[in-house]
């Protein structure tokens, strides 16, 4: 047991967007009346942390402090939201009392939410918060055990997991703690269930999606209901370029910040694919103080897929056209400005008019008004955006049988992707352009 200190300071990190502050938390213990105070700015779920973190040190057999205790998380002009504070002010309270070897958070950052039974539980947003701290300097992190894989994609910082208040005091006592396997899983190929070759017909809807793919299109199908489109759309991911290692590293980071777990990073480029019923800030981005990814994120360096375009609120609709132009989502709110990467390639599907079947047709029953009202539901300046447009004419037969393939493989169109991309990165290589659509 040391000594106890006049003010005791462990670090987490703060995420404004995916950028990352280091936070200095403090803890002092004065003469008192019995009371905790947390100054910083705080949110709701950060300010209940003093109760979770007072009943987690008390059933793991630690004190708490019987007199004045005063949080102070610094900079204190910085609005901190989220409950993965718990683990450093935890520390910083055991430093205070002279439970802790002096110097041993140090060069460290804590995060972690803590149950009242003292277990460490896993947060969001740890891989984007471990990487801003990484480049502020941070080189060791402890994080609850559950997370270590996802901690492990950092390089450069030792990274060590705890599961309990009473392993968190080992390990900074000295003790070595959970660290990730070096057998670490490999990135994985998320391919969907159905191969191009396995979609008989479309032969004009497979090339306009070839084609998009190539260049990186924006792309729309129309079409009847059942012709294909949702079918052909779900398929780009797979035939576009497996992500490089940076890219993959902003995917995952997105996606730890929504609170998807991740063990391993991303091959292929994700789908985001909102039902048309979704909350504007589900798709754009939103959320109180300080504002959450969106699917227009979530889709970042990968495919955002509106199925039944039309369906969408016109508002949702041309808040795409700041997105589509530049490539982030800037969303303000009373108390910060943040900023989401959300640089996707944008796939719409629509049909004829209302019902389906197309105005003119023996079986169409719509008013030329909803027909007008149906077609305009896609502006111009959001189809001005988009490069191609095809027409999804119905084949007799959707799936090949197991005898019987129709064109290329999705390996096969893959491969001329690649080759393709390849041709404009060397046309291209001295300018700030990558592909055609750029």
Avoid at 38 to 44: E, K
Avoid at 66 to 80: D, E, Y
Avoid at 345 to 354: E, K
Wanted: net charge neutral.
């Amino acid at each position: 047991m040391s000594a106890k200190v006049q003010v005791a300071k462990a670090a987490s990190v703060a995420l404004i967007g995916i950028e990352a502050t280091v936070i200095e938390v403090e803890a002092w213990i004065g003469s008192g009346l019995p009371r905790v105070t947390m100054v910083g700015l705080p949110d709701a779920a950060l300010t209940q942390a003093k109760e979770r973190c007072r009943s987690a040190l008390l059933s793991q057999r630690f004190p708490w402090p019987s007199q004045v205790l005063t949080i102070n998380l610094t900079p204190a002009s910085l609005p901190k939201t989220g409950s993965h504070y718990d683990l450093s002010i935890s520390a910083a309270v055991l430093m205070a009392q002279g439970l802790l070897p002096t110097g041993c958070l140090a060069d460290v950052v804590l995060m972690g939410e803590l149950g009242l039974d003292g277990q460490v539980r896993a947060v969001r947003g740890l891989l984007p918060a471990l990487m801003g701290a990484r480049r502020l300097g941070v080189t060791q992190a402890i994080v609850p055990t559950e997370q270590l894989a996802e901690a492990a994609l950092v390089d450069e910082l030792v990274v060590r997991g705890v599961s309990n208040l009473r392993q968190l005091v080992e390990v900074l006592a000295g003790a070595p703690g959970e660290a990730p396997t070096i057998d670490m899983p490999v990135p994985v190929n998320d391919s969907s269930r159905i191969d191009l070759n396995d979609v008989v017909g479309l032969a004009g809807a497979k090339a306009c999606l070839e084609v998009a793919a190539a260049g990186r299109h924006h792309l729309y199908f129309h079409g009847p209901p059942g012709a294909g489109k949702t079918l052909l759309a779900s398929c780009l991911p797979d035939i576009l370029p497996v992500l490089s290692a940076e890219e993959a590293l902003e995917v995952a980071a997105i996606h730890s910040l929504a609170g998807i777990a991740l063990s391993r990073l991303p091959s292929r480029p994700p789908l985001a694919d909102p039902h048309h019923t979704a909350s504007l800030a589900s798709i754009i981005g939103g959320g109180a103080r300080i504002a959450r990814p969106g699917a227009v994120s979530l889709a970042h360096r990968g495919v955002l897929f509106l199925d039944e375009a039309p369906e969408f609120s016109s508002s949702y609709l041309e808040a795409l056209r700041s997105p589509l132009e530049s490539g982030e989502v800037v969303l303000s709110r009373s108390e910060m400005t943040v900023r989401y990467p959300a640089r996707f390639q944008l796939v719409l599907t629509a049909n004829p008019c209302p019902c389906g079947f197309g105005a003119g047709s023996a079986k169409c029953r719509c008013a030329p008004s909803a027909v007008r009202r149906y077609a305009s539901a896609l502006s111009g300046p959001i189809l001005d955006r988009v490069d191609l447009q095809c027409l999804v004419e119905p084949s007799r037969r959707m799936l090949s049988t197991p005898t019987q393939s129709d064109g290329p493989t999705t390996a096969q169109v893959a491969t001329r992707v690649m080759e393709a991309r390849g041709r404009q990165s060397r046309r291209l290589r001295d300018t700030p352009w990558r592909t055609n659509s750029e």
